[in-house]
């Protein structure tokens, strides 16, 4: 009978972006976070159809296959913030000192 190998494995500091070596990976990080707090609204309100989706946010229907697509790349943060607005959110930006070993950025979500 063959031995099982270990398998080496690294533990993520939690961003999968900057585990992946991309160059923007804290905006990337935010992005799809807020990205992922929209779509929760827009399930949880049954909003499913894109004209739906189009109209509740102002969007045509190309950003919104994008958005439902989860490529939030292709949005800015403060577009994703502006539709979290148009879904009758608040979003509260806080700036605090940095604590050693912290990400730069940090989205919580309520």
Not at 15 to 39: E, P, Y
Request: charged share 30%; aromatic share 4%; hydrophobic share 40%.
């Amino acid at each position: 009978m063959k031995k099982k190998e270990k398998t080496a494995f690294e533990e993520s500091p939690g961003n999968v972006f900057a585990d992946l070596g991309l160059k923007d990976a804290d905006s990337l990080l935010m992005r799809a976070q807020l990205g992922s707090k929209i779509l929760g609204i827009l399930e949880e309100r049954g909003l499913k159809k894109q004209k739906e989706v189009q109209q509740v946010l102002d969007i045509g229907q190309p950003e919104v296959s994008q958005l439902t697509n989860a490529r939030f790349h292709r949005f800015s943060e403060a577009r994703l913030m502006s539709f979290l607005n148009k879904l009758d959110q608040k979003v509260t930006v806080k700036v605090a000192q940095r604590k050693k070993g912290e990400a730069l950025q940090e989205v919580v979500l309520a």
